[in-house]
């Protein structure tokens, strides 16, 4: 997890705010979906960095989130409690992710998705035998490592599709697969769809893959 990254996660609060100055609209119009944009992000960094439902629960619990947003009366105050709100969500992840004994095993997938990752590589980053590591992380995810692994790359595929330019051996090649067939076989089965019935689902030409 890093600073790019969570700017990037925050840029619907931040370009909604900076509309709204230049356009001078009413403040009211926005608190909503300020509400709304950080209740997502608290959603992917809840999921993406593994941190745990308990810490998306207890945040979600909090009433002083909503109500700094809903006592601001100028887009100034609003985007003031905006950013201190990602500043405190920003520092009690980062505490949450320093003691989380597994971080390192999800940033090393985040971060080599597109090479073959192996156990031992998994394990040494957490300082762990195979037996534990393997046994931690399938409590924690309800997933084996290599499974974890490929729903990853099935994810950053669909994202990939959704951009005609790629060509599917492109995508297999920036989503570690080993090669076009595989990558198709791994996505029917995580999916449950071809990858034309998913292109096609785009609303891509029948038979464009």
């Keep these: 997890m890093n600073g790019s990254a969570w700017n990037c996660r925050c840029f619907p609060c931040s370009h909604a705010l900076a509309i709204s100055r230049e356009e001078q609209r009413d403040v009211s119009q926005l608190k909503s979906q300020i509400i709304q944009n950080i209740s997502i992000l608290l959603y992917k960094v809840s999921t993406e960095y593994m941190v745990g439902k308990q810490f998306e629960s207890e945040w979600n619990s909090l009433k002083t989130m909503p109500l700094l947003i809903t006592s601001s009366n100028t887009v100034e105050q609003l985007e003031t409690n905006t950013l201190h709100i990602l500043s405190l969500l920003w520092g009690e992840c980062s505490k949450e992710l320093a003691h989380d004994e597994l971080s390192g095993a999800f940033r090393y997938i985040e971060q080599h998705i597109k090479e073959k990752i192996s156990l031992d590589e998994l394990t040494a980053t957490c300082h762990m035998s195979v037996p534990t590591f393997c046994k931690k992380f399938k409590e924690r995810t309800g997933k084996t490592p290599f499974e974890y692994i490929n729903e990853c790359r099935v994810d950053k595929a669909k994202t990939m599709m959704k951009n005609r330019k790629y060509s599917l051996w492109e995508i297999s090649e920036a989503t570690g697969f080993t ?20 292109r096609n689902q785009l609303g891509f030409p029948e038979g464009d893959v």
Aim: proline content about 0%.
């Design 179 to 198: 090669n076009t067939n595989y990558m198709i076989r791994v996505f029917k089965k995580y999916t449950g769809q071809t990858v034309s019935e998913y």
